[in-house]
C-alpha cells in the first residue's frame, strides 16, 4: 500500500497500480488524470523522538501550487518537504466537490505546461478528473517521498539566531531555512454573519464542504450568492429540489461556456501529435490574455457585455427577471463567470431570484427587498477569504509580529512572492498576482523566481535573502497606480477589494510582463544576510 513520507522508499499502491501513464518518473513528461486516488495513507511517525534536521526547504500546501514548487525544488536537486495538513493533495480540487465543480479555464491550459494531459475528457475537465490529475502529478514527478500528510503547520517564526524559519506543525517542531507558503488562495470558506443564524432549524453547509450526506430530493433549498461555485452547482440541483431561492447580493456577468466532450479520437491525437496540445494551449493563452487585456479598453468591455446581455435574453423571457439578473456594473469588476445553465435554470417556475439575504428568523429567510421564503437547507455560495490570506496570521517574521498585523488588512508583497518582514520565505499565489488567465501561468513562473532566489542566497554563502523595505514599496506603489485607471477598480464589490478599499488581489498588467518580471532576480532589490 501507499508509503506517503518523506522517509518512505517504497512507491505508492497507486502510482504503480492499473494506469501504466503513472508510473514514477523525473523527466518533464504528459501526465494522464489518473482515477481519484482514496488509497493516501499517511505512515504513522516513526518514532516519537523530535525531528531534529534543518531542511533546506520546507513547502506548506500540497494543492497545486505547493506541487508545482515542490516539482520544480526536486528537478534543481534542492532538499525539501511538502507538508499538507488534509490526508490527499489536491487542495481546491480535494475539497470543492460539489455537483458539476469544473475548472472555468480550459484544461489544457490549466494545468502545468510540462505535464501536459492528453486525456482530459471535456475542454473544461470537472472535478474528479483535476484531482486525479493532481494525484497523477504527484506520483509522477516522484513527490510521494517528500510529501507529509495529516501534517497542518500552525506557525512558522523567523528565528533570527539560527536563521531558520520554525515551523509549529501538528507532528512537532520543523525547521527549514527556507519556507513555500502555498497555503490557497482560497482555501477558507466564508461564512457571512447573517443576523439570526442560529434561529435556522434546518441544515446548511458551504459549497466547498458539501455536505453529500443530505438529500436535496423535493426540499427547499435556499442558495446565498451568486459566484463562480453557485453558477456550477444550482443547475445541477436544481431539477431535484423543490423550491430553490437565490439570494444574490449583486448579479455576475455571465458569458457562454465553450465546453463540450473531447472525442477519443482527438484524444488519441494529442496523445500521438504533443504538439498539436500545445498549439492548443497556445492559443487558449492568447485568448485569455487578449480578454485580460481588452479589459482596460471600456468599448472592448461594452462589446463583451453585449455577448453578456444576449446569454441572458436567450435563458430567460420575462423581463423582470431578466432585469434582475442584468448586472449593474462593469464586466470584469468582478470574476467573470462562464455558463450555458444559469439562465435556463434561474427561469424556471421553481426557481426564485431574491436581493442579498438580509435576516433570517427561524426557517424563514428574508432579503434585503424584504422579500421573504421559507427554507429546509441553506447552502452558502459565498466563496473564500482571498483578499486576506488567512495564513497571514501564523506567519511571525523577522519583527515578531504576525504578517496580518504589518498588513493590516491590505495584503502586499514584492512581486507578490516575497513579503516584507519575512527572509527566506516565500508565498504562493500571492498578493496583486491574480489574473483573468490561468493560475498555472502564475504558479510557474513564480516557481522560477523562488529557484532563481534560493539559488542566488546559496551560491554567494548568504544565509538569507529578504525584500529592501525600498523595492517593497516602490513596487507596490506602482502596482497601486497602475490598478487605479482598471475595471477591477471601478466601483464594485468584489473580493479583489481588501477591507481597506485596497485592490490586493488584481495584477495590473499582461502575464507576459509577470512572467518577464518573475523571471528576473534585481540584486539591488534585495538585502542578503
Ligand atoms: C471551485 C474552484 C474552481 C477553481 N477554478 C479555477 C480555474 O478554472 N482556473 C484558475 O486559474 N483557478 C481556479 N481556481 C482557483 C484555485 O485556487 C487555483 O487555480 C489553484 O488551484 C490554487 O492552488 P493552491 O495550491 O495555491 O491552493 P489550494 O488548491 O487551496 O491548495 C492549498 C493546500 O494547502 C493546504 N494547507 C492550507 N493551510 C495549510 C497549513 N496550515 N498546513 C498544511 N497545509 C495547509 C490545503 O489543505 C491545500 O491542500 C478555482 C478555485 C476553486 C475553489
Not at 346 to 363: D, H, K, M, Y
Not at 394 to 407: D, E, K, M, P, V
Amino acid at each position: 500500500m501507499l508509503v506517503a513520507n518523506e522517509t518512505g522508499a517504497t512507491a505508492p499502491a497507486y502510482a504503480k497500480a492499473d494506469n501504466p501513464r503513472c508510473k514514477s518518473a523525473m523527466t518533464r513528461m504528459p501526465v494522464t488524470s489518473c482515477p481519484r486516488q482514496t488509497n493516501f495513507r499517511p505512515m504513522p511517525i516513526a518514532s516519537s523522538s523530535p525531528d531534529t534536521r534543518t531542511h533546506t526547504v520546507i513547502v506548506v500546501g500540497a494543492g497545486f501550487a505547493g506541487v508545482g514548487a515542490a516539482i520544480g525544488l526536486r528537478q534543481a536537486g534542492i532538499d525539501f518537504l511538502m507538508l499538507e495538513k488534509a490526508s490527499e493533495p489536491g487542495g481546491v480540487w480535494r475539497e470543492n466537490t460539489y455537483p458539476d465543480c469544473a475548472c472555468d479555464i480550459p484544461s489544457s491550459f490549466y494545468s502545468y505546461s510540462f505535464a501536459p494531459n492528453p486525456r482530459w475528457s471535456r475542454m473544461f475537465a470537472r472535478q474528479e478528473e483535476i484531482k486525479g490529475y493532481c494525484d497523477s502529478t504527484v506520483a509522477t514527478f516522484g513527490l510521494l517521498p517528500h510529501l507529509r500528510l495529516n501534517c497542518e503547520m500552525n506557525k512558522a517564526s523567523w528565528n533570527e539566531a539560527e536563521k531558520l524559519w520554525h515551523l509549529d506543525t501538528s507532528q512537532g517542531l520543523l525547521r527549514a531555512r527556507f519556507v513555500v507558503m502555498a497555503c490557497g488562495p482560497m482555501h477558507v470558506p466564508v461564512m457571512p454573519d447573517i443576523p439570526g443564524l442560529d434561529t435556522f432549524q434546518g441544515q446548511s453547509f458551504h459549497s466547498a464542504r458539501w455536505r453529500h450526506d443530505i438529500d436535496l430530493q423535493g426540499k427547499r433549498v435556499a442558495v446565498i450568492g451568486s459566484g463562480a461555485s453557485a453558477i456550477q452547482f444550482v443547475p445541477a440541483i436544481a431539477p431535484q429540489v423543490a423550491q430553490l431561492t437565490l439570494f444574490q447580493r449583486t448579479a455576475p456577468w455571465v458569458l457562454p461556456k465553450m465546453d463540450f466532450k473531447i472525442s477519443v479520437a482527438w484524444q488519441e491525437r494529442f496523445t500521438r501529435f504533443p504538439w498539436l496540445q500545445s498549439l492548443l494551449r497556445t492559443a487558449l493563452y492568447l485568448q485569455f490574455e487578449t480578454l485580460n487585456f481588452s479589459l482596460k479598453f471600456p468599448r472592448a468591455i461594452a462589446r463583451l457585455q453585449i455577448a453578456g446581455l444576449k446569454n441572458i435574453a436567450r435563458g430567460i423571457k420575462d423581463p423582470t427577471l431578466r432585469q434582475k439578473v442584468t448586472p449593474n456594473f462593469s464586466l470584469g469588476c468582478k470574476r467573470i463567470l462562464q455558463s450555458n445553465t444559469w439562465y435556463k435554470t434561474l427561469a424556471q417556475p421553481t426557481v426564485q431570484v431574491f436581493s442579498g439575504i438580509a435576516r433570517i428568523e427561524g426557517n424563514r429567510l428574508v432579503s434585503s427587498h424584504g422579500e421573504r421564503c421559507e427554507a429546509d437547507i441553506i447552502i452558502w455560495g459565498t466563496g473564500f477569504e482571498v483578499a486576506e490570506p488567512p495564513a497571514a496570521q501564523a506567519i511571525f517574521g523577522l519583527s515578531g509580529r504576525a504578517l496580518s498585523t504589518h498588513w493590516k488588512g491590505s495584503a502586499s508583497a514584492y512581486l507578490g512572492t516575497l513579503l516584507e518582514d519575512c527572509p527566506n520565505l516565500f508565498m504562493m499565489c500571492g498578493p496583486n498576482l491574480y489574473a483573468f488567465s490561468s493560475a498555472f501561468v502564475m504558479i510557474e513562473a513564480q516557481v522560477k523566481f523562488i529557484l532563481a532566489a534560493i539559488r542566488s542566497t546559496e551560491a554567494k554563502a548568504h544565509a538569507s535573502i529578504s525584500v529592501a523595505p525600498a523595492a517593497h514599496q516602490g513596487y507596490n506603489q506602482t502596482v497601486q497606480l497602475a490598478l487605479m485607471k482598471t475595471v477591477w477598480n471601478s466601483g464594485c464589490s468584489s473580493y479583489f477589494i481588501d477591507r481597506n478599499g485596497n485592490n490586493s488581489t488584481n495584477w495590473p498588467w499582461t502575464t507576459f510582463y509577470m512572467r518577464w518580471r518573475l523571471a528576473r532576480l534585481r540584486s539591488g532589490d534585495f538585502t542578503k544576510g
